[in-house]
């Protein structure tokens, strides 16, 4: 009934067995077909013996449509190289990429091409902006690669500078303006040709702690607007607790784990990740929707919360009405919880904790 | 702080000596050997004419083949390019000097504002007032002719290197070989395949002057952060795109680095080229002076050289560093091309202004300031007032360093020279000098130092002349060998190989040793005058400004005060390499000692050394790799003045080029070029990799 299982039949990009492995000769461990579970180890050991490195191994996700899917991982883990064989940055070296169910590994590089102009945007750590263009001519590259008329182009990228509030500085060049403001140029270019999948490789990792804050506010404000797809990569746990919907934890080139962000704290699959969640607020992660029960007949409406409400912004809720709080999906009631309830899941959550490490 | 090498080969043999140590000791039985032989057998010094391979000849026979082959078509590009370099000359000379000289400035002012706009009216207003406008412009021209030629030239073939690995395992030796080979070498085939005329020497300027704009466009490129490009793949940009919209935009601080340099080789090879005597520009002027011997007048052509070279210079350099601008859309025509309209106006209006006031046009020649019998004059009183002061410092280095470095002692101690004949006490004495010398070095730092001793102690007696052949190249192969491993090694003994069986053996040695006497003095000087200006601001900024103009200066300009002074020879080639080749030395002693982190020279303090000891302790051993960065430029620099230095009658491999442009051998020319390009290979691999080893050494 959120919005990740609601659209759980709509996925819009995955990858299957996806392997990258950076050395002389790649290939050699993939000569003969599948690559199971025990075929991993024996491949790990070959790797290591003729020094080779295994920069995302054996990784398997889906994304659905308009879903914050953050990839999570210590720098070195292999987020980047993942999230660049998805748009075929890097060449993966075995495995499937699926993008809206076709082969995207398949196609020749002219549709390649084509699929980058019309249906993909990314932004980079390091801003990657062309130090010769201003800010209007970097915003509106995209479209002069297709052929977009000039004024028209001109004309997309005002409308994109002003969603990024950078409005005034169209003829800044990128070395006069701040690492936030640089990077509100990455996310404004990214957008406009308006992609349908968002890649996003440590888009806030360069910026000072309190721009990045901000930063990560108006991200998700964005997607409030625009529901795009969205794969976002991160090293920080806290900020992808903060935007995601689901998390994939990467450790040396495998993902480890995926799951909710409640799902994650709650629930770690190994020590690995119970490392992260160790010192995270659980206040800030349960979500009213992770507990909530029925909704009793004849709920009052009026003062209804909806279910991605943190129980941190719920407890001055429930502090000030005496019974059951009414969660809401905008339209009708689905759910109510009360403060047992609230106890309940936080007591819940330290056992999990607990049985976790 | 002597590092005591650790040398994993140096694993001692059954001699109980380390292998580096016995392949030193062989040089010396060689050496021995090969002196103690050379009455009986005359052709351990002197290599037998009958042994000589024809390669000379062989080039020659191709040569005249390959002219009567393809003739046509390089007489027909010929044609081709005069046309448009005739039409800009004409242009030029027939514009107004008062037009051209309000374009220039008004582009002086766009890149660097209003100094140098000052600075490019009062240096070309110069060439003007001297008279030497006409000379100065059939030079611009001829710049102006072969810079945009070398630019294509070099973008396109730095972008195929970029692209294919192929194409760059060709390039990078070719440009390799064409920095090292001397710049009257490159005329000889020009001049045969596209006939005596100007053209000569815009094509040789336009290949000279391209390896600059090669490496710099391929160092770009490959600096642009992947993240750029990432981000242009992104945007959907195709391979095309990504190259011109991307890349090269991204490459441009860099690549504008190359073509400041390129704009500055053009330039030196169009004077250089003048020898040929094609053309009536300033190169030509500056010559034909200096062979009449008229020096004031050679001098004022001269200034006109360094004043060109500096105004080309700032005003690419300062275009280069001026980021891009943006052109505001709503900004009216006017304002956005304010600059062209103000050239094309300033241009236009003059030329106007010219047919009112003829003197805006052709500058008057009542007018013009040509001071050069006073010049003379003062030259003269100089040599009068001071000439055995003169005397004195020419004949003492010739007799006490030059001519001992040349034939050695044992040639030079007459009574006429030193004063007294060379007796057996004073062999004796010497000997046991160097004796002294050697253990001391040893004692004081190991066992190379007093090979190093040995060597100049020989080289000192027996000069580059008489040390043997053989000797000498077991010597380079080994050095070569032990600093660079065994493809340094190698090419020591090919290319010395080939300087031997080509009969270039004795001009080769009278090159090494010009060059490496002025070398020793520019590496020594230049240093001391680094150490002086890493710790001295006020020094660093006085020496900035003169190392920069040094360095810009086409290498003619060099020799003109030399020849005032001192006339044809050695001394003043000498002087004049010298003048060119310390700069490096300055500069990078300068910035290795700079770039030492400062914590680590405060923690030298905070532990009591004295400033003294700092220097020699921390400083100079932690600037080591730069230094010998230093020592490799000014072997490089060195090299190149010494083929232009032929033109004040040195003798030695530059003069064999330069004859051979003259006698039109192309075959020999070649050989002579060849040997000197070798030459310059060899010293620049054993020294960089002794840098390189150094730097590994410490660490950094
Ligand atoms: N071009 C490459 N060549 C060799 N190894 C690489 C290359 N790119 C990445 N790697 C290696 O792959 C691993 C994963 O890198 P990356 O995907 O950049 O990690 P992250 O983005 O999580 O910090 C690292 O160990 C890195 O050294
Ligand atoms: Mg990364």
New binding site residues.
């Given amino acids: 009934m959120t919005q990740t299982e609601q659209s759980s039949q709509d996925v819009k990009l995955s990858c299957r067995h996806l392997w990258?492995v950076?050395?002389e000769n790649p290939k050699q461990f993939f000569s003969n077909g599948a690559t199971t579970k025990e075929d991993r180890e024996k491949i790990y050991a070959r790797m290591l013996e003729t020094s080779h490195?295994g920069?995302?191994c054996d990784v398997s996700f889906d994304v659905h449509v308009s879903e914050i899917f953050v990839i999570m991982?210590?720098?070195?883990?292999?987020?980047?190289?993942?999230v660049?064989c998805l748009s075929r940055l890097?060449e993966p070296t075995v495995g499937e990429v699926l993008f809206d169910n076709i082969d995207l590994l398949k196609v020749s590089e002219n549709e390649l091409i084509d699929m980058r102009r019309h249906k993909m945007g990314m932004v980079f750590q390091n801003f990657g902006l062309l130090p010769h263009q201003t800010v209007l001519e970097n915003v509106a590259f995209p479209l002069r690669v297709q052929g977009t008329s000039k004024a028209k182009r001109n004309q997309r990228a005002r409308e994109m500078i002003e969603l990024v509030g950078l409005q005034g500085r169209e003829h800044a060049f990128p070395r006069e303006l701040s690492g936030g403001q640089q990077q509100r140029v990455g996310i404004a270019r990214s957008l406009a040709v308006e992609p349908e999948v968002w890649f996003l490789?440590?888009p806030f990792s360069a910026l000072d702690p309190l721009i990045r804050r901000q930063m990560q506010d108006e991200f998700l404000r964005l997607q409030k607007m625009l529901h795009k797809t969205i794969v976002f990569?991160t090293?920080d746990f806290l900020e992808a607790l903060r935007v995601a919907d689901r998390i994939a934890i990467?450790k040396e080139?495998e993902v480890v784990q995926i799951g909710t962000p409640a799902d994650v704290v709650m629930r770690p699959a190994d020590a690995y990740v119970t490392e992260f969640t160790k010192d995270v607020p659980r206040v800030k992660v349960i979500k009213v929707e992770d507990f909530m029960r029925p909704p009793a007949e004849g709920l009052s409406e009026s003062a209804a919360i909806s279910g991605d409400t943190t129980l941190e912004e719920l407890l001055p809720r429930l502090a000030k009405s005496a019974g059951p709080v009414a969660v809401s999906n905008g339209a009708q009631v689905i759910g109510q919880v009360t403060a047992q309830d609230v106890v309940t899941a936080l007591a819940s959550a330290e056992t999990g904790d607990t049985a976790g490490s | 702080m002597n590092t005591i090498p650790t040398d994993i080969d140096a694993q001692p043999n059954r001699f109980g000596l380390p292998a580096d140590a016995a392949a030193w000791l062989a040089v010396g039985v060689i050496m021995v050997v090969t002196l103690a032989l050379r009455g009986q057998h005359a052709w351990l010094i002197n290599y037998p004419k009958e042994w000589v391979i024809p390669v000379a000849d062989w080039v020659n026979v191709f040569m005249a083949w390959f002219i009567e082959a393809f003739r046509w078509l390089f007489r027909a590009m010929s044609w081709l390019i005069s046309w448009p370099m005739e039409a800009i000359r004409i242009t030029l000379q027939w514009l107004p000097w008062s037009a051209t000289i309000s374009v220039i400035v008004t582009v002086a002012y766009i890149a660097g504002g209003w100094r140098l706009a000052l600075f490019s009216a009062l240096a070309l207003f110069y060439m003007v007032v001297v008279g030497y406008w006409p000379e100065s412009v059939a030079t611009l021209s001829l710049v102006a002719m072969s810079v945009p030629l070398s630019l294509c030239l070099g973008l396109f073939v730095g972008i195929a290197a970029f692209t294919w690995r192929s194409v760059d395992r060709v390039v990078q030796p070719t440009l390799d070989l064409m920095q090292t080979f001397p710049t009257f070498a490159y005329l000889i085939p020009i001049l045969f395949l596209f006939g005596f005329g100007p053209v000569v020497g815009l094509i040789a300027s336009a290949i000279y002057a391209a390896p600059p704009m090669v490496r710099n466009v391929i160092l770009g490129l490959q600096r642009v952060a992947p993240e750029i490009i990432e981000s242009g793949q992104m945007s959907g940009t195709n391979s095309r795109q990504l190259l011109w919209l991307v890349r090269i935009p991204s490459a441009m601080p860099t690549i504008m680095i190359g073509v400041n340099q390129t704009i500055m080789a053009a330039l030196s090879m169009v004077i250089i080229a003048s020898v040929i005597g094609s053309s009536a520009d300033i190169g030509w002027e500056v010559l034909s002076m200096m062979r009449k011997a008229l020096f004031g007048q050679s001098f004022l052509a001269g200034i006109v050289i360094a004043l060109l070279a500096m105004v080309m210079d700032r005003i690419s350099r300062e275009l280069a560093h001026r980021g891009p601008v943006d052109h505001d859309a709503q900004a009216s025509w006017l304002t956005r091309y304010r600059y062209l309209v103000i050239a094309i106006g300033a241009g236009v209006g003059f030329v106007v202004l010219a047919q009112f006031f003829p003197a805006l046009g052709a500058y008057p020649k009542e007018w013009t300031f040509y001071p050069a019998e006073q010049l003379n004059q003062g030259v003269n009183y100089v040599i009068r007032e001071y000439g055995s002061t003169l005397d004195a410092i020419k004949n003492n280095t010739l007799f006490y360093f030059l001519l001992p470095v040349r034939v050695g002692l044992e040639n030079t101690v007459k009574p006429f020279t030193w004063g007294f004949d060379l007796t057996s006490t004073f062999i004796a004495f010497y000997a046991a000098g160097v004796a002294l010398a050697a253990v001391l070095a040893g004692w004081q730092w190991n066992w190379r130092a007093s090979v190093v001793v040995i060597i100049l102690g020989l080289i000192y007696y027996y000069g580059t002349n008489g040390i043997p052949w053989a000797a000498f190249i077991a010597m380079t192969v080994v050095l070569a060998y032990q600093v660079g491993g065994w493809q340094t090694g190698l090419l020591a003994l090919l290319g010395f190989g080939f300087i031997l069986t080509t009969g270039t053996w004795v001009p080769a040695m009278r090159s090494v040793y010009l060059c490496g006497a002025a070398v020793l003095i520019s590496f020594i000087g230049g240093s001391a005058l680094g150490v002086w200006a890493a710790r001295s601001d006020r020094v660093s900024a006085f020496l900035r400004p003169i190392n920069d103009t040094l360095q810009t200066m086409p290498l003619f300009v060099f020799l003109i005060p030399v020849i005032m002074f001192f006339q044809v020879g050695d001394f003043p080639a000498l002087l004049a390499i010298i003048m060119y080749a310390i700069v490096p030395a300055i500069r990078y002693t300068e910035h290795g000692i700079r770039s030492i982190p400062a914590h680590i020279v405060e923690a030298a303090r905070a532990q009591g050394c004295t400033k003294r000891q700092i220097l020699w302790n921390v400083q100079l051993p932690l600037a080591l790799p730069e230094i010998m960065m230093g020592l490799n430029q000014t072997i490089m620099f060195g090299m190149a003045m010494l083929v232009v230095a032929a033109l004040v009658g040195t003798k030695g491999l530059g003069q064999a080029v330069y004859l051979a442009l003259n006698t039109g051998n192309v075959g020999e020319g070649f050989i002579a070029g060849m040997s000197m390009a070798l030459i310059a290979m060899i010293a620049d691999r054993i020294t960089q990799a002794w840098s390189s080893q150094k730097k590994a050494e410490l660490g950094l």
């Fill in positions: 990258k950076y050395g490195i920069a995302a991982g210590l720098s070195g883990s292999g987020k980047s190289t993942v660049r890097v490789d440590e990569i090293h990467m080139g």
